[in-house]
């Protein structure tokens, strides 16, 4: 009944909005705010499967199209919009614009029961305050093998960007700092 609902609602959103003049110039974001507390799937028990979210971009004119299996976070959201609308002002972002920004590392990061994790396309790690924890390739969906090895320079890199996000979002968090300093 709920997913009906959902649904039942969405089209009639889509069925009112579609008469709107704005409707054609318009981007539509999908995001889930938490993954489903109903498992049913082995992966969805596991901590990168529990936050895993459904996320997509729609408009009207289908100018966006296709499907992307990269990682993606919803801190990506705001970076990916201000590209589309070609904003090129400088801005203060932890995420990165999915479409205009292929140097940067796909990457989702969060905290789950006061553990930290960094999923790749290629590894999840896992840390506490103090050390990094456990490492699971990203085919290893059920995270039964864990493989930190942090002499592996693959692992070493990705554990040591993981620490230089956390560090700077601290950094802001505790000075307060959001903006980017205006030029002179």
Known sequence: PCVAY???????FFEKASKEPWFENTLFIFVADHASGYNAYEESQTAK???A???FLYTPDHSLQGISNEVVQQLDIMPTVLGLMGYEKPYFAFGRDLFNEPERKAIATNCVNQIYQC???SLSIYMDDENTLYAYTATDTLQQHDILDL?????????D???AILQSYTTHIRKKSYVVPQQK
Not at 6 to 12: E, N, P, Q, V
Not at 151 to 159: R, V
């Open 49 to 51: 499967g529990s936050t």
């Open 151 to 159: 002499t592996n320079p693959g692992q070493k890199k990705i554990d």
């Open 53 to 55: 979210i459904i996320y």
């Open 119 to 121: 999923i790749t396309d």
């Open 6 to 12: 959902t649904d039942l609602s969405i089209r009639k």
């Open 161 to 163: 960007y993981f620490k």
